[in-house]
């Protein structure tokens, strides 16, 4: 490969011509088990064995592997807050910048009880492949901060962004770093993220974050945008398969905003929806679950649970039942060495990011399923907000339908450059999307070449 380094990544990969079986796609080990459960839940862990084993692939010299390997910049900060009751409480904040190489970095940020610095940098650096995967221009960056945002009131959420994105000013901005909402965050955080940047800017400037509402800079069809690029690869996998939509049996795990709209649009395309499974319980019904029914029932009592369209069942019994396609839509470490086995679907799309551990991704290519990695399957999102940051800079906004179709055409052919690269390589579906985006960040940085 060495002597193919400048050459782009694109012409590198070689089209495959025909269908490949599902088993033959996805049959080949590609990393050893690690050595513990702590290490198996580790995501950073995860990113740098799948990494490492995807450069060895692309035989990626020393230095540039050294390059890759970790992140640019990662900052700790500790934020004060004045509290309701009068009490001043100090939050500890994240924001990892994993690569800059082709653009600026852009990344969710997360507020959750349990965030890490670990799993920070693993999320910015799921976030450089997922774009290179889509080839958008930009690295990839996370963000996150350790609380319980259930628990805190609006003015409280407020006061704690607006401090956490003074603390990160000179770090962050449309051509630095360009944050969004995550998992504990929304539209509204992002509202007061942009105002405070602004208000530091003196001037308003949309595009610092995207997920905005539409009325100050948002795009249409964001919120809905990754569980669009879900069914778009599901649709593209069913083909590649040789499978046929109507009959098609789906569990989604997760119904929040990935989950929800991912069930939503499969629903309206044909599929069969049979499975829903949430951490407070699950929904199972052999027929098929009427999904714009169960919206209405969520948004009505708070929960899926109690829904008279289908019966009551434990979660983790829904996602271990047979289906056609599973999709993990919520956190990380879903399927693990402890429930891989119990899997009987025959596609795994991967909604959320990490949601397979190492030796869970052994197993499955032992039972042959056909996965569609993260960094290809929940990339819709990303490439929706590429979308926003665009609209932002012009000052002109698109339609629905054209964001849709944009999204639709980038999706599937993304899905068409990592099968080849599956094809080419003789490698699974996950470590040709690693190859795939390792080998673009890896060109555009050896074009670039080295400060000194």
Known sequence: MAQESLIPPTERAAAGDGKKSMTAAASRPEQAPVASLEEELNPWLAQESRFDFAARKLELDDGMWKVLRQPTREIIVHIPVGMDDGRIEVFTGYRVQHSIARGPSKGGVRYAKD?????????????TWKCAVVNIPFGGAKGGVI?????MSQGELERMTRRYTAELMEFIGPEKDVPAPDMGTNEQTMAWMMDTYSMHQRQTVTSVVTGKPVNIGGSRGRLQATGRGISVVCDNALEYLGMQVKGCRVV??????VGSNAARLLFEKGYTITGIAEYDGGLWNEKGIDIPALVRHRAQA???TGFPGAEAAESPDVITRECDIFVP??????????NAADLKCR???EGANGPTTIPADEILASKGVFVL???LANAGGVTASYFEWVQDRMGYFWTEAEVNERLDRIMTASFHDVMSYAQTHGVNNRIAAYMLAIDRVAYTTRQRGMYA
């Open 115 to 127: 965030v890490s610095l670990d799993e920070v940098r693993a999320l910015a650096s799921w976030m």
């Open 147 to 151: 609380c319980d945002p259930r628990s």
């Open 252 to 257: 989604v795990q997760g119904f929040g905003n």
């Open 302 to 304: 708070g929960t899926i």
């Open 329 to 338: 839509a919520a956190t990380e470490n879903v399927i693990t060495s402890a």
């Open 347 to 349: 596609i795994l799309c």
């Open 373 to 375: 990695p993260d960094i």
